[in-house]
C-alpha cells in the first residue's frame, strides 16, 4: 500500500507579508483547480480586563 504524505501550510519565501494571500481567486483559477485555500488567525491585542 502507498502510504499520502503529510503536507504541512507554509508560506513562500519573498512573499509581502500577506499581500498576495488576500487576493481572490480569478474565475479562471477556479475552473482550472489552481488556486489554494487559505485560512488567516488574528490575534486581538486589547488588554485583557
Known amino acids: 500500500m502507498e502510504k499520502k504524505k503529510k503536507e504541512e501550510s507554509t508560506v513562500a519565501p519573498g512573499m509581502d507579508s500577506y499581500e498576495q494571500l ?6 479562471e483559477e477556479i475552473k482550472e483547480g489552481d488556486y489554494t485555500k487559505v485560512t488567516r488567525l488574528s490575534l486581538d491585542e486589547v488588554d485583557p480586563s
Open 22 to 27: 488576500k487576493k481572490d481567486a480569478t474565475e
